[in-house]
Structure formats: C-alpha cells, structure tokens
C-alpha cells in the first residue's frame, strides 16, 4: 500500500503495537503524527522514527485538552 504525502494520526503511537504503525505507515511513504499523554514518550518516539515525524502531547481523556488542539 503507497500512502505517499498521507499523514496518518497514530494514537498510542509511541510505544508497542502504535509506535510499529507508526513506522511500517512511514516506511510506506505517509507522516506519522503520534500522540501520547507523556512529552518524554512522544520524544523518545520521535528518535526512533524517520526525520519528518510529527509528535503531540495531548490527554485524550481530558475534554479541554481537546477543544484545545
């Protein structure tokens, strides 16, 4: 599957099964963006992934965190 210029949102994405989709949709030619409650997993996701990755720290279960972004 090409997903060339995709950019592909993986929640949980920076650790286990979400940091391995976030790699296979780079592999494949898309910008992963992950997400994850904690700064520190988005960065060490980010030295693992590809230059371009994009990362966001955002509480998913925190209804003004939300409306914020």
């Known amino acids: 599957m090409n997903l060339k210029n995709a950019r592909v949102l993986v929640i949980g994405g920076t650790s286990g099964i979400g ?3 976030a ?8 910008t992963p963006i992950v997400v994850s409650r904690r700064q ?10 590809p230059e ?3 990362g966001a720290t955002v509480d998913l279960t925190d209804q003004s965190a939300l409306d914020r972004r």
């Open 40 to 49: 520190s997993s988005v960065d060490r996701a980010l030295a693992e992934l």
């Open 19 to 21: 940091l391995g989709v």
């Open 52 to 54: 371009g990755t994009r």
């Open 23 to 30: 790699s296979a949709v780079a592999e494949r030619g898309a």
